[in-house]
T-cell receptor
């Protein structure tokens, strides 16, 4: 079945630096890739998503890139702030359905 | 716009007891999902409804878990009897209409279950 691998599992950066989280997926037909941010004690919150007809999408300090040939997509956060500290999950659909398979998560810590 | 509502937020029970969780999706959202999130892992889909019909329940342990969405709005997830390994956060999510490609999922705050 569809498999989503996410790296790294933990990431520590200094405030103002950039952070990059990478995910790979196995189903070449996947066409929708959301990223979620989960703060302690809260449910996942959608922060950005990308569809397979574009290679990059940007929203202020957050960007996502997609490489369909290599079957990987990445989350880029620039000018990180302490409030960016959270667990980030990538996801990909299961064989052209809307059933999402989530990665294992990346715990991002931004130090002031 | 109000988000996905869930209750209770926390529940502690002993093994072999039963428990029920409630979810109210975003108004007008036809698709509803229940996920289980074990500590340190990503959410895993348990069951998916389109209106009041089940779309996917392949990962639902049907010997102990059940879920319903009788009127196509609110939903309940029940565990009976609970096991220690059911300790997790149970997340409810909804999307506007998967059948029309509007599949962005919005999550509720979750119910944290501890089975002793």
């Amino acid at each position: 079945g569809e498999n989503v691998e996410q790296h790294p599992s933990t990431l520590s950066v200094q405030e103002g630096d950039s952070a990059v989280i990478k995910c790979t997926y196995s189903d070449s037909a996947s066409n929708y890739f959301p990223w979620y941010k989960q703060e302690l004690g809260k449910g996942p919150q959608l922060i950005i998503d990308i569809r397979s007809n574009v290679g990059e999408k940007k929203d202020q300090r957050i960007a996502v890139t997609l490489n369909k040939t290599a079957k990987h997509f990445s989350l880029h956060i620039t000018e990180t702030q302490p409030e960016d500290s959270a667990v980030y999950f990538c996801a990909a659909p299961f064989y052209n359905t809307d059933k999402l398979i989530f990665g294992t998560g990346t715990r991002l810590q931004v130090f002031p | 716009e109000a988000g996905v509502a869930q209750s209770p937020r926390y529940k502690i029970i002993e093994k072999r007891q039963s428990v029920a969780f409630w979810c109210n999706p975003i108004s007008g959202h036809a698709t509803l999902y229940w996920y289980q999130q074990i500590l340190g892992q990503g959410p895993k889909l348990l069951i998916q409804f389109q209106n009041n019909g089940v779309v996917d329940d392949s990962q639902l342990p049907k010997d102990r878990f059940s879920a319903e969405r009788l009127k196509g709005v609110d939903s309940t997830l029940k565990i009976q009897p609970a096991k220690l390994e059911d300790s997790a956060v149970y997340l409810c999510a909804s999307s506007l209409d998967r059948a029309r490609g509007q599949e962005t999922q919005y999550f509720g705050p979750g119910t944290r279950l501890l089975v002793l």
